[in-house]
Every structure is written in structure tokens, then in C-alpha cells.
């Protein structure tokens, strides 16, 4: 069965430094997501991106945050210059349709992000 | 905005128990309604969804979730629990159209052999 995978499974980076993080989604699904849980929290969710652009995003992405499908396959979170708030799990989600939003959303298996 | 809501964050219960997972929501419009399951070590995969129709899903694994819209509530139910049903349950909601989803704090069941 397809899965999302996502690279690496632990980060650990200093506060101020870039990060990026990789996803592979599905290979036909067109929308694509990242998510976000602080330890104890709720998962958040950060973006969505369709036909190469982003069509939504919560207020946590600011500019700090980018996506970006760089070659057809790979879908990446680049954090600019992290914080010690950034530090969470950080899921990829993929869909195959979404126009009604009643699809189901794959996850990987997520990123866990520590920033010290 | 969409927001979930879920009690009871660690239910610890024996084999062949039933289980009730509560899930409410506040949204005024039309949503789309989720129960997704993390088993130990595993993605986070569905259980069962609800988009229209029979408000009463069936889902894998012997699941099964009612939609009462009156009480903006999509709670998760399976008559008798096994060990291997030991997961977090997280309820998850968007909106007609978006496929932006917003999730409860979720359900850490233990089930005792």
C-alpha cells in the first residue's frame, strides 16, 4: 500500500538555524499538507499546497515558514530560522482530490523537530 | 474557525469492554467529520469519516461513529475492545470545502489483556 514517508525522523538543529524538512506523498495525490504537534497539544494544522502554490495557511505560518515541491516527487517545510517554540512532531499529509474536503488525508509518520 | 473537542485524554480499559470516545465540535456551517487512529509506532491512519448520508458509519476494525448534528457531536463507538485496539484516537473536523482539518486533543486508550 502507498505511504507518505518523510526524512528525517529526528532533527535536531540549534535556535537561528534552517531547517528543512522532507516529504514524499503519495504519488498521485495532488494536495498536500503539513501538520504540526507540540508535545501535549493538539495537532495544528500550518499549509496546504495545490498545482504548486500554497491555498491555505494558519496564522502559525508566517514567514519564518516556506514550502516548496521542489522536483515532482518531494514536498518540503523549510523553517528559516528556528525557535525553541518550533521544536514539535511535524506531519506531511497528502490527498488524492480535495475539492470537497471529504477526502481522507494520508500522514507520514512525521518529523520530530528540537530546537535547543 | 473549526474547533474539536475531546474528554477523557487516557480511558484504560480490560478486553471485551465497550468503548465510548466523545468528540463535539463548534462550526456553524456543513463539515466533514473524522476519527483517525495512531497505532503505537504507526502513521496516523483512518478509522471511518462522515460526509452525508446515514449519520450511523462503520469503520474498520469494528468501528462505528454517529453524527448527531443537534449536539455537534461525532462520537466513536466499538462494542468490545481487544488488546490490539491500545492507540490514540484523535477526532478531526473541516469544512465543506476545505480541506483544512482541525483536530481534538485526542484519546489514549490502553486495553488490559
Known amino acids: 500500500e502507498p505511504e507518505v514517508t518523510q526524512t528525517p525522523s529526528h532533527q535536531v538543529t540549534q535556535m537561528g538555524q534552517e531547517v528543512i524538512l522532507r516529504c514524499v506523498p503519495i504519488s498521485n495525490h495532488l494536495y498536500f499538507y503539513w501538520y504540526r504537534q507540540i508535545l501535549g497539544q493538539k495537532v495544528e494544522f500550518l499549509v496546504s499546497f495545490y498545482n504548486n502554490e500554497i491555498s491555505e495557511k494558519s496564522e502559525i505560518f508566517d514567514d519564518q515558514f516556506s514550502v516548496e515541491r521542489p522536483d515532482g516527487s518531494n514536498f518540503t517545510l523549510k523553517i528559516r530560522s528556528t525557535k525553541l517554540e518550533d521544536s514539535a512532531m511535524y506531519f506531511c499529509a497528502s490527498t488524492g482530490q480535495g475539492i470537497t474536503g471529504a477526502y481522507e488525508q494520508y500522514f507520514g509518520p512525521g518529523t520530530r523537530l528540537t530546537v535547543t | 474557525a473549526q474547533s474539536v473537542s475531546q474528554h477523557n485524554h487516557h480511558v484504560i480499559l480490560s478486553e471485551a469492554a465497550s468503548l465510548e470516545l466523545g468528540c463535539n465540535y463548534s462550526?456553524?456551517?456543513?463539515?466533514?467529520l473524522f476519527w483517525y487512529v495512531q497505532y503505537p509506532g504507526q502513521h496516523l491512519q483512518l478509522l471511518l469519516k462522515?460526509?452525508?448520508?446515514?449519520?450511523l458509519v462503520k469503520g474498520i476494525k469494528g468501528f462505528e461513529a454517529e453524527f448527531i448534528k443537534s449536539k455537534f457531536s461525532f462520537n466513536l463507538r466499538k462494542p468490545s475492545v481487544q488488546w490490539s485496539d491500545t492507540a490514540e484516537y484523535l477526532c478531526a473536523v473541516n469544512a465543506r470545502g476545505n480541506n483544512r482539518l482541525a483536530f481534538g486533543k485526542g484519546n489514549q486508550v490502553v486495553v488490559i489483556p
Open positions: 462550526y456553524g456551517g456543513t463539515v466533514n
Open positions: 462522515y460526509f452525508s448520508g446515514d449519520p
